[in-house]
């Protein structure tokens, strides 16, 4: 109970610094960081209201009810009914996710009060309903409040995402083990997804990227029937989830002997991911980090092929605040988790990516991931 106390302490200085009465949850994967329930069914959505002391009232549809009640550590969890169930009742009441809320709204005696929302989740058809709905309250937006209480991972979360990273490296280490020229970059997609489910992961994040040849060059080309040829750069980039926390890695390989221009690149890229590492540790801008990493691409002549930051944060989403670009200037933290992954993509030649997680701790950093980098 000690952690959901601490996410409990968390929402009540929400509360407290952005002086509303109450807050109201309704994107999934909060939903689960505040609860311990995981809504499915997006269709039907669910939401939960925090206001006062340990007020937490958690509603969901009929059909999730059962297993709200059973995961959820939330002591008041209700239910609406978006759809008839009894066959003897013609008049039978129907109500939705927007009619739930606002009977709890009112039942707490907050039907004029401030309420914090996270308009950055919030469809705006729902948006719009809930005005509607409850005309005298005021609504704030606390997406960041939110995305910054996730920022900062606890111990569980940094052990869900050590189990996550270690299946998807298992993934990975399949791909390597079946490449070879001849072989499909979907067959071996195919494998890597069975090994990953094999191994744990819950859900697919995004499909397994294999890209070989010039292909690789593309930093969001999926895997397809491209035969992998001999004398060519693979890039392959891994995902896997594991109570709902997500980890990804990738790595560069090359079928038979690398050119001298491949391991030059591979070492460029190599030595912007040390540098970047270097500056893993508290007290130090988050820019910093994209900066030493571009810089040492730049010497090289590459930095026009460096087309993203060199990272972002990773939890419950696989790509999450802070993103690690130049002019990020918030200052790292312990607690952070982060995925670094500097890349150098050549239009026509293929591009050599590395992605590291890193847990940033109280003196340093610890890079989270055990397969080698030497890939090359």
Known sequence: MRVHSTRFDKTRRILVGEEIDALLVMEPKNIYYLTGFFPHSFDVPSAVIFSGDNEVTLTVSRIELDRAAETSWVNDV???????????????KVDSVIDSIAAIIEEKDLSESMIGVELSNLPAFTFENLKKKMPKIGFKDISRNVWEMRMYKDLMEIENIQKALEIAEKGLRTAIEIISPGTTEIQVAV????????????????????VSGSKSAYPYAIAGNKKIEENELVLINIAASYN??????????????PHKKHKEIF?????????????SKPGVALGQLDLVARKVIKEKGYEPFFIHPIGHGIG???YEPPIIS?????????????SLEPAIYIPEFGG?????????????????????????
Request: aromatic share 6%.
């Open 78 to 92: 209700r239910c609406y009914y978006p759809h008839p169930l009894k066959t003897d009742e013609k008049n039978e």
């Open 191 to 210: 494998e890597v997804e069975s090994a990953l489910r094999k191994a744990g992961s819950q859900r697919a994040l995004f499909e397994s990227v294999v």
């Open 244 to 257: 709902e926390y997500c980890a990804d890695v990738a790595r560069t390989i090359f079928t038979g002997s």
């Open 267 to 279: 070492e460029v890229v190599k030595q912007a991911l040390n540098n970047a590492l270097q500056y």
């Open 316 to 318: 419950l989403d696989q």
């Open 326 to 338: 130049l002019n990020n200037t918030e200052i790292i933290r312990e607690g952070l988790i982060l």
């Open 352 to 376: 050599l990516k590395i992605e590291e997680t890193v847990l940033i701790t109280e003196d340093g950093h610890q890079v989270l991931n055990k397969l080698p980098i030497e890939t090359m």
